[in-house]
Structures are given as structure tokens and as C-alpha cells.
């Protein structure tokens, strides 16, 4: 039959070279991994490394990456250990293919835009653009011009003031910035932006773990985790990983779950893919890791329905209420409830008016499986929740975190050692720029501090967001596009219709280290301002320079890029940023001195963000400082009420209508957010390409497929239907009625308009698709594909999400 994938023993074409529009014909598929890192993955690091960077510059990146006095991986947010417990190798598999990716030896010069016009770049894929090399000088798109071309520096940052000078209102520009900025990077930037008059300051966080923060800040009055790396290694008892992948999106976070299981922690996944992350962990820094048995992570996995976390989280505060109230006193923490929360009766309602046969449909597992997991929680004294983005993706994302916290209360699991809610940040300083203020809705109080400080009145008006922002550009009430870091294109949802509200915009602004697609969706004229890496020296006229991030674990410190610049005219994002301030508005706030100086900058966040006292004589410490947090720190929790809340949270679920099933999207193993290393997802069997559908053996049956088949993913939403045409099938173990391919490619599937309550993230862990023969498919197997769909009904259906 057409469309079938090549098996592993035909010819390979050399991966490495231009892709045709059959990017994938030559995939390979083999069984998924059970197991992670090992042996193979520090050949994979190594393979990558030395072909970017090279033997020289490539193992001195990695060998001063994540130590005291090196830089900070540019990769996952996740924590360091102490600086006596580090490892001459800290870094994963994936830190060191994304410090290759930036320390490459390759570079996108003036001559390479003359030889390539906007057009032929567009019909390149992401993964060949960011392969090309490092951005070199200053590049501007003139109106009406195929070719990018070269522009001094002081003429493209006069460019740009002159535009954002030229508009009549200052909610016209929108500023973007992704999670790779430094605390003091961003720090600046959010005060050019609010300088201007406007809270337009969409970031990465929007689109990932906003509903975290909402969920977090209105039940503890902290939007953000309230766990440390010692509670994770050193005191919980059960530590449940929920719709996270850690072995490939936080690989370094299995040797703190290691040492906590060897320390005798329970672990239980609740994750819709059985990840290699869960099982055996080969930790490559011992002799065990390497040459032995490995350790099991996973002491329990639960193979939940995609959005089936709301309906399990309530089914299992359900068993442990049954349980308290046939034996009182014995589940709940009843002195933590009564003294520091509120709002518990009407969560007990909900949970007594569950509906079990709902619930076990809505989450894909039964109540047996629910009570055993029951019994890991009565086990253990102190439980900790980690999750990531399987759970922020979705219409009722709030709901469910909120339930999560609802867990956690019921047996005082806040506020002590070994406890608490823990969302893994996904982008290395995406949590730091929040916290200095790179945020569409930053308090009064943070406002208040900014004029303090600076002496004008920032506006107070809520900004757009990242999905109103690209309602904005589309409806055409954007002039200029202003973008430090990321790929906005690609990391949005509705791929066609952001490019064109991308390129509605009059200036559109990217301060950059590679090429991306984002920059060939630009408006009527376009600048790529080319910007130091986290691994590059930095040398300002006040000397040498180090900048600081925060980790998903709320630790602040510093980090020192150590290669020489992959050309002399980059600029670092600070000078890229207090210069443009520079021409736009003089030198009113001082923003010379806080190019030349990085200390300047440091100075003003510790008069203005709470937390950074003594900030220069901290971050200058081998381990840093941590930010407080009042759950954490003092069991206090600093919401209206001054008490922690019980919130109703009853069990919801997107609606699948007969025929169809729910995808979520998914990274890879050889990608980080946008980026795409390679071709090949170790861990999951496949190689050689990335237009793949992953489908219950049964799914497969029910639609008449066959491993391998080719067939076109449709969305269905309310105002219409999107296609990503060309997937080929795979039979994985997911759950029936779901089905998970990865993004970028996937994120054309949804809507704008499909959002998270209260968050307004994009639901792209919950889209309802049904399946389409390509063209490649045989008419038989279109008319049966055709009658499956028509006669099918699907697992699970449920309110509208």
C-alpha cells in the first residue's frame, strides 16, 4: 500500500541535506526505548558537539556549563545541585546539543542573504534555517525588497526609534520576549516598554506555564513552585510526575530523582506516553549508570487519557475523603485545614457528588488503579507534585492545577520539607524574567517600585498577552513588532494565521542569534539584530560582564559566557536594548550606565523586585541565593484571605465527537521547544523525520489503518477546520481515542481562539482531530477511512472545553 514507511534495513539518504516537499519518505521506525541517556547518549552529545563546534571550542563550552563561574545552560530551567556535589559533566544530553547549537562554527552572513532571497527561504523548513549558522551584522528588509541586506548598527537602532516615535499611540508596538533572556535583559526591556507607555509584553510564559501561575497565585498567593532541590533529593517520600517528560525535556532532573529514589522515595508517572524517562535511568556520571542494571524510576505508571488529569486528580481526593471520614482523623491533616485554609466545604461537595463511571471515562483509568495510587499517597508523609506542560495546554488547565493544590492541602503537603506543587519550567530563565517584570499584568505594587525608582509613571493598563497580541496584529493594530529571542511564529498557535498577523505589522524587529522562520514572516519593512549567545564573552566599556537567571526551582545566579563572539559586531541583548532606549528617549533614566555597567541594572532590580537585597553580593556566591516564598519558607500564603484555598474544581474534558480523537502535541527527543537538532526521536523508535502520528493499535483498527499509512490531521473547531497534511501512522501504547505528533509541525492544528480559562493559553495539548486519507492512499483505503469515521464513536466525549 502507498504511503508505508521504509524499514530499517533500505537505503538512507544523507539526512543532512536539502529537504525535498517528502521530508520525511525516508523514516524509520523500531520499538520505543525503555530506557534513557547511558552510553548512547553521550555519543549522541559528543556526535553533535564535535560536528557544530568542534573538538576545541565545543568541549570548552561543556566542560564550563551549569559550573561556578561558567554560564547557565541556555536549555530546560531545571536546577543545579550545590557546587560541591557537581559534576566535572553537569550537563544532559540536550544542554549540550543546544550549546552546540549556539557555539556552532557556522554563520549566516551578508552573503548568504544576497545569495538567498526571502522567498527561497520561506520554502525552507526550520530545521535547514537554524542549521545555517549564526547571524553575523545588522540585517534590514527594505519595503518591497527580496533580499535582506546590511545596515550599520546606529542607522537600524535610529530605524526603529523613528518608528515607535512615529506612532500615535503607544499600545501599537507590542514587545516579545522568549525565556532564554537574562533577568537583566529582561529587567531592561520591560522599563523601555513601559517608558514607552505600554504593558504590551507578551512573553514565552503566556503560551506554557501561564495557567500555572494563575492557578498557583489564587490558591497560595505564590505563582510559581515552592519546592527546593533538597526537598525533591533529600525529603519526599512519593514524588508524582504528572504530564511531564522529563527524560527528554528535563534530562538532568532524573539524576535528582534518582537520588531520591535511592534514598528510598516512591515514584508514580501519570503521563498519557510511557516516556523512557520513567523507566530505567543509565546515569552516565557513574559506573552503575554506565556498565550496570541502571536504576527504575518509575515505581508505578499510569497510562492517563490526554486531559484526564482534572477527573483523576478529583477522583483521588474523593477516595482519600471516603477514607477520612470512615476512619476520622486518620487522612486528613484536620489542624493545617481548619487553621490555614478556606474554601474546603465546598471542594468536599464536589467531590462527593462525583460521578465514578465519568470520572474512570474522563481519566482512562480505573478506580482500582485510582486506590492504588490512593495507597502510595496514605504511605508517605511528604508528597511533592511535579508537572509541566501536559498539564497547562488545556481549556481547563486552572481547574486542574487548582485540584492539584487541592491534594496537596488535604494532607498539610505545603510548607514542610518533602512537599509541595512544582512546575518544571521549560525555557532556562523563563521564570526569571517574570519575576523582574516581563508580564502584560505586573501589580500595582511592582509599578509602584518602578516610578519609585525611575521617576515617571509606567501605565497601568492591562497589555496583551501572547494570543491577544496576535489578535492585535491581525486586526491591524500593531505597527511595530518587537521580539528578543524565540520564534514567534513557530511557537504560536494557528500557524497561517499568526504569519499573516505577523506580517500585517509596518516594522517587524528580531534580535537574534540564528535564523528562524519567524523572520521571513515580516512586515512592510524588517531588522534582524544579530545578539551575543549565553556562551560568549561579554566585554562592555565597564569592563567584563556576567548576567543572572532563575530556575524552576526559584534559585537565582549568575552566569559567564566564555567563548570569544561568533563575530565582532554582535552586541549583547542589554546593549542591543539600552542603546535602542538610548535613541528613543536620550538619557533620561540613565541607560548608558546600564549598558556599559551590568552592576547599574542589578542595582535597580534590588531597589524594585522583592527578594533581590544585596543582590550583587549574593549572585557573586558559588550557589547564589533563593527568592522567598511564603508557602515555603514561613507556611504562610499571601492571598486575599491570608489562608491557603480549597477551590470547586468539578471534572471536565474536551468534547470528541464520534470519528475522531484528541492529539496532543509533543517534543522530541531531538528538539528543545522550536529547535530542532536532528531528525531522529531515540526514545520513541523513530528516525529520520518528524511528520509522524503516534495511535492506539485499537485507534488503528476502528479507522481501518495500517502502520505506516499516510493520512492528513484535520482539526475541528467552532469556527472552522485546519488541515497539517502527510502523517504517517505509528502504533504506539497511548491511550484509545488519543493520538500525540509533534510541534512545530502540529501547532497549524490550533485555533486561536482555543484557549485555558482564566490563562488564555493556547489549548495545544487538546485538539479534537479527525483523520483524512492523503493522496498517497489507495481509494479502498479512502472509502474505508471514509466509513470508519462515519460509524465510529469515539472513547470519551464531555462538556465542551
Same mark, same amino acid.
Given at each position: 500500500?502507498?504511503?508505508? $514507511?521504509?524499514?530499517?534495513?533500505?537505503?538512507?539518504?544523507?539526512?543532512?541535506?536539502?529537504?525535498?516537499?517528502?521530508?520525511?519518505?525516508?523514516?524509520?521506525?523500531?520499538?520505543?526505548?525503555?530506557?534513557?541517556?547511558?552510553?548512547?547518549?553521550? /555519543?549522541?552529545?559528543?556526535?553533535?558537539?564535535?560536528?557544530?563546534?568542534?573538538?576545541?571550542?565545543?568541549?570548552?563550552?561543556?566542560?564550563?556549563?551549569?559550573?561556578?563561574?561558567?554560564?547557565?545552560?541556555?536549555?530546560? /530551567?531545571?536546577?543545579?545541585?550545590?557546587?560541591?556535589?557537581?559534576?566535572?559533566?553537569?550537563?544532559?544530553? #540536550?544542554?549540550?546539543?543546544?550549546? /552546540?547549537?549556539?557555539?556552532?562554527?557556522?554563520?549566516?552572513?551578508?552573503?548568504? &542573504?544576497?545569495?538567498?532571497?526571502?522567498?527561497?527561504?520561506?520554502?525552507?523548513?526550520?530545521?535547514?534555517?537554524?542549521?545555517?549558522?549564526?547571524?553575523?551584522?545588522?540585517?534590514?528588509?527594505?519595503?518591497?525588497?527580496?533580499?535582506?541586506?546590511?545596515?550599520?548598527?546606529? @542607522?537600524?537602532?535610529?530605524?526603529?526609534?523613528?518608528?515607535?516615535?512615529?506612532?500615535?499611540?503607544?499600545?501599537?508596538?507590542?514587545?516579545?520576549?522568549?525565556?532564554?533572556?537574562?533577568?537583566?535583559?529582561? &529587567?531592561?526591556?520591560?522599563?523601555?516598554?513601559?517608558?514607552?507607555?505600554? #504593558?504590551?509584553? %507578551?512573553?514565552?510564559?503566556?503560551?506554557?506555564?501561564?495557567?500555572?501561575?494563575?492557578?498557583?497565585?489564587?490558591?497560595?498567593?505564590?505563582?510559581?513552585?515552592?519546592?527546593?532541590?533538597?526537598?525533591?533529593?533529600?525529603?519526599?517520600? $512519593?514524588?508524582?510526575?504528572?504530564?511531564?517528560?522529563?527524560?527528554?525535556?528535563?534530562?538532568?532532573?532524573?539524576?535528582?530523582?534518582?537520588?531520591?529514589?535511592?534514598?528510598?522515595?516512591?515514584?508514580?508517572?501519570?503521563?498519557?506516553?510511557?516516556?523512557?524517562?520513567?523507566?530505567?535511568?543509565? #546515569?552516565?556520571?557513574?559506573?552503575?549508570?554506565? /556498565?550496570?542494571?541502571?536504576?527504575?524510576?518509575?515505581?508505578?505508571?499510569?497510562?492517563?487519557?490526554?486531559?484526564?488529569?482534572?477527573?483523576?486528580?478529583?477522583?483521588? #481526593?474523593?477516595?482519600?475523603?471516603?477514607?477520612?471520614?470512615?476512619?476520622?482523623?486518620?487522612? *486528613?491533616?484536620?489542624?493545617?485545614?481548619?487553621?490555614?485554609?478556606?474554601?474546603?466545604?465546598?471542594?468536599?461537595?464536589?467531590?462527593?457528588?462525583?460521578?465514578?463511571?465519568?470520572?474512570?471515562?474522563?481519566?482512562?483509568?480505573?478506580?482500582?488503579?485510582?486506590?492504588?495510587?490512593?495507597?502510595?499517597?496514605?504511605?508517605?508523609?511528604?508528597?511533592?507534585?511535579?508537572?509541566?506542560?501536559?498539564?497547562?495546554?488545556?481549556?481547563?488547565?486552572?481547574?486542574?492545577?487548582?485540584?492539584?493544590?487541592?491534594?496537596?492541602?488535604?494532607?498539610?503537603?505545603?510548607?514542610?520539607?518533602?512537599?509541595?506543587?512544582?512546575?518544571?519550567?521549560?525555557?532556562?530563565?523563563?521564570?526569571?524574567?517574570?519575576?523582574?517584570?516581563?508580564?502584560?499584568?505586573?501589580?500595582?505594587?511592582?509599578?509602584?517600585?518602578?516610578?519609585?525608582?525611575?521617576?515617571?509613571?509606567?501605565?497601568?493598563?492591562?497589555?496583551?498577552?501572547?494570543?491577544?497580541?496576535?489578535?492585535?496584529?491581525? @486586526?491591524?493594530?500593531? @505597527? !511595530?513588532?518587537?521580539?528578543?529571542?524565540?520564534?514567534?511564529?513557530?511557537?504560536?498557535?494557528?500557524?497561517?494565521? +499568526?504569519?499573516?498577523?505577523?506580517?500585517?505589522?509596518?516594522?517587524?524587529?528580531?534580535?537574534?542569534?540564528?535564523?528562524?522562520?519567524?523572520?521571513?514572516?515580516?512586515?512592510?519593512?524588517?531588522?534582524?539584530?544579530?545578539?551575543?549567545?549565553?556562551?560568549?564573552?561579554?566585554?562592555?566599556?565597564?569592563?567584563?560582564?556576567?548576567?543572572?537567571?532563575?530556575?524552576?526551582?526559584?534559585?537565582?545566579?549568575?552566569?559567564?559566557?566564555?567563548?570569544?563572539?561568533?563575530?565582532?559586531?554582535?552586541?549583547?541583548?542589554?546593549?542591543?536594548?539600552?542603546?535602542?532606549?538610548?535613541?528613543?528617549?536620550?538619557?533620561?533614566?540613565?541607560?548608558?550606565?546600564?549598558?556599559?555597567?551590568?552592576?547599574?541594572?542589578?542595582?535597580?532590580?534590588?531597589?524594585?523586585? %522583592?527578594?533581590?537585597?544585596? *543582590?550583587?553580593?549574593?549572585?557573586?556566591?558559588?550557589?547564589?541565593?533563593?527568592?522567598?516564598?511564603?508557602?515555603?519558607?514561613?507556611?504562610? *500564603?499571601?492571598?486575599?484571605?491570608?489562608?491557603?484555598? *480549597?477551590?470547586?474544581? %468539578?471534572?471536565?474534558?474536551?468534547?470528541?465527537?464520534?470519528?475522531?480523537?484528541?492529539?496532543? +502535541?509533543?517534543?522530541?527527543?531531538?528538539?528543545?521547544?522550536?529547535? !530542532?537538532?536532528?531528525?531522529?526521536?531515540?526514545?520513541?523508535?523513530?528516525?529520520?523525520?518528524?511528520?509522524?502520528?503516534?495511535?492506539?493499535?485499537?485507534?488503528?483498527?476502528? &479507522?481501518?489503518?495500517? @502502520?505506516?499509512? $499516510?493520512?492528513?490531521?484535520?482539526?475541528?473547531?467552532?469556527?472552522?477546520?485546519?488541515?497539517?497534511?502527510?502523517?504517517?501512522?505509528?502504533?504506539?501504547?497511548?491511550?484509545?481515542?488519543?493520538?500525540?505528533?509533534?510541534?512545530?509541525?502540529?501547532?497549524?492544528?490550533?485555533?486561536?481562539?482555543?484557549?485555558?480559562? +482564566?490563562?488564555?493559553?493556547?489549548?495545544?495539548?487538546?485538539?479534537?482531530?479527525?483523520?483524512?486519507?492523503?493522496?498517497?492512499?489507495?481509494?479502498?483505503?479512502?472509502?474505508?477511512?471514509?466509513?470508519?469515521?462515519?460509524?465510529?464513536?469515539?472513547?470519551?466525549?464531555?462538556?465542551?472545553?
Amino acid at each position: 500500500m502507498a504511503g508505508r $514507511l521504509r524499514r530499517e534495513h533500505e537505503p538512507d539518504r544523507d539526512r543532512d541535506s536539502d529537504r525535498d516537499a517528502d521530508q520525511d519518505a525516508d523514516v524509520q521506525i523500531s520499538k520505543p526505548k525503555h530506557s534513557s541517556v547511558g552510553l548512547e547518549g553521550i /555519543a549522541e552529545s559528543l556526535r553533535y558537539t564535535l560536528a557544530e563546534s568542534g573538538p576545541v571550542r565545543g568541549t570548552k563550552t561543556l566542560l564550563t556549563m551549569n559550573q561556578v563561574g561558567g554560564f547557565d545552560c541556555p536549555s530546560c /530551567a531545571w536546577g543545579d545541585p550545590a557546587p560541591g556535589e557537581r559534576k566535572h559533566a553537569e550537563f544532559c544530553e #540536550n544542554g549540550a546539543k543546544a550549546v /552546540a547549537w549556539e557555539a556552532t562554527r557556522k554563520r549566516v552572513d551578508r552573503e548568504f &542573504f544576497a545569495a538567498h532571497s526571502v522567498a527561497d527561504l520561506r520554502e525552507r523548513d526550520g530545521y535547514w534555517l537554524e542549521k545555517q549558522g549564526r547571524l553575523t551584522e545588522p540585517m534590514y528588509l527594505a519595503p518591497g525588497a527580496e533580499h535582506f541586506a546590511p545596515i550599520a548598527w546606529d @542607522d537600524a537602532l535610529a530605524l526603529v526609534a523613528d518608528r515607535l516615535r512615529a506612532m500615535d499611540d503607544p499600545n501599537r508596538a507590542v514587545f516579545y520576549t522568549s525565556g532564554r533572556t537574562s533577568n537583566e535583559a529582561a &529587567f531592561v526591556y520591560q522599563l523601555l516598554a513601559r517608558r514607552l507607555g505600554t #504593558n504590551n509584553l %507578551p512573553d514565552c510564559s503566556n503560551m506554557c506555564h501561564e495557567s500555572s501561575g494563575a492557578a498557583l497565585a489564587e490558591t497560595i498567593g505564590v505563582g510559581k513552585g515552592v519546592v527546593t532541590m533538597e526537598d525533591i533529593t533529600e525529603h519526599a517520600d $512519593l514524588l508524582m510526575i504528572v504530564g511531564q517528560n522529563p527524560g527528554t525535556c528535563h534530562p538532568r532532573m532524573l539524576t535528582a530523582l534518582e537520588k531520591a529514589k535511592k534514598r528510598g522515595a516512591r515514584i508514580v508517572a501519570i503521563n498519557p506516553l510511557p516516556e523512557a524517562g520513567f523507566g530505567r535511568f543509565h #546515569n552516565p556520571q557513574t559506573v552503575r549508570g554506565l /556498565a550496570g542494571p541502571g536504576t527504575q524510576l518509575a515505581d508505578a505508571y499510569l497510562p492517563i487519557r490526554i486531559n484526564g488529569d482534572l477527573a483523576f486528580f478529583n477522583a483521588l #481526593n474523593r477516595i482519600l475523603l471516603d477514607r477520612e471520614e470512615a476512619a476520622p482523623g486518620t487522612v *486528613f491533616d484536620h489542624d493545617f485545614i481548619d487553621h490555614s485554609c478556606d474554601g474546603f466545604e465546598a471542594a468536599r461537595d464536589t467531590w462527593r457528588a462525583l460521578d465514578w463511571q465519568r470520572a474512570e471515562e474522563l481519566s482512562g483509568l480505573s478506580r482500582r488503579v485510582i486506590e492504588k495510587c490512593a495507597d502510595e499517597v496514605m504511605a508517605a508523609d511528604s508528597v511533592i507534585v511535579c508537572w509541566a506542560m501536559g498539564l497547562t495546554q488545556h481549556r481547563n488547565a486552572v481547574a486542574t492545577i487548582r485540584e492539584i493544590v487541592n491534594f496537596l492541602l488535604l494532607r498539610g503537603n505545603i510548607g514542610r520539607p518533602g512537599a509541595g506543587p512544582s512546575p518544571i519550567r521549560g525555557h532556562s530563565n523563563v521564570q526569571g524574567d517574570r519575576t523582574v517584570g516581563i508580564w502584560e499584568q505586573m501589580p500595582d505594587s511592582f509599578l509602584d517600585a518602578l516610578r519609585e525608582e525611575f521617576g515617571f509613571e509606567p501605565p497601568r493598563e492591562h497589555g496583551w498577552d501572547t494570543v491577544d497580541s496576535i489578535r492585535a496584529m491581525r @486586526d491591524g493594530k500593531v @505597527d !511595530v513588532f518587537f521580539a528578543v529571542g524565540g520564534n514567534f511564529a513557530a511557537a504560536t498557535p494557528d500557524t497561517a494565521v +499568526t504569519e499573516a498577523a505577523v506580517a500585517n505589522c509596518g516594522l517587524t524587529v528580531n534580535v537574534a542569534t540564528k535564523l528562524n522562520r519567524t523572520h521571513l514572516c515580516h512586515g512592510t519593512e524588517a531588522l534582524l539584530l544579530p545578539c551575543l549567545g549565553r556562551t560568549e564573552h561579554d566585554v562592555q566599556a565597564g569592563g567584563e560582564q556576567f548576567v543572572t537567571v532563575e530556575d524552576s526551582l526559584a534559585m537565582v545566579h549568575a552566569s559567564r559566557g566564555r567563548l570569544m563572539p561568533g563575530s565582532p559586531e554582535l552586541r549583547s541583548e542589554i546593549r542591543i536594548l539600552t542603546d535602542l532606549a538610548e535613541a528613543l528617549f536620550g538619557d533620561d533614566l540613565g541607560w548608558p550606565e546600564m549598558g556599559r555597567d551590568y552592576r547599574v541594572i542589578r542595582r535597580h532590580i534590588e531597589h524594585v523586585v %522583592p527578594g533581590f537585597h544585596a *543582590f550583587e553580593e549574593r549572585v557573586t556566591q558559588p550557589e547564589g541565593f533563593m527568592l522567598p516564598r511564603a508557602p515555603h519558607d514561613t507556611r504562610t *500564603f499571601p492571598t486575599a484571605s491570608g489562608k491557603a484555598r *480549597f477551590t470547586a474544581n %468539578p471534572p471536565t474534558a474536551a468534547e470528541v465527537p464520534p470519528g475522531h480523537l484528541l492529539l496532543t +502535541t509533543i517534543r522530541s527527543h531531538d528538539q528543545f521547544n522550536t529547535t !530542532v537538532y536532528g531528525l531522529d526521536d531515540r526514545y520513541r523508535g523513530v528516525k529520520g523525520g518528524r511528520h509522524v502520528v503516534f495511535l492506539n493499535e485499537s485507534d488503528l483498527k476502528a &479507522f481501518h489503518l495500517s @502502520d505506516g499509512d $499516510l493520512v492528513d490531521l484535520v482539526s475541528v473547531f467552532s469556527d472552522g477546520e485546519r488541515r497539517a497534511p502527510g502523517f504517517r501512522v505509528v502504533p504506539y501504547p497511548i491511550p484509545r481515542g488519543c493520538a500525540a505528533a509533534y510541534y512545530p509541525e502540529t501547532n497549524v492544528l490550533v485555533p486561536l481562539d482555543s484557549t485555558a480559562e +482564566t490563562s488564555n493559553t493556547p489549548n495545544t495539548k487538546s485538539i479534537v482531530i479527525r483523520l483524512e486519507p492523503s493522496e498517497a492512499r489507495s481509494s479502498e483505503a479512502d472509502d474505508q477511512l471514509i466509513m470508519s469515521q462515519e460509524t465510529q464513536g469515539s472513547t470519551v466525549s464531555g462538556p465542551s472545553s
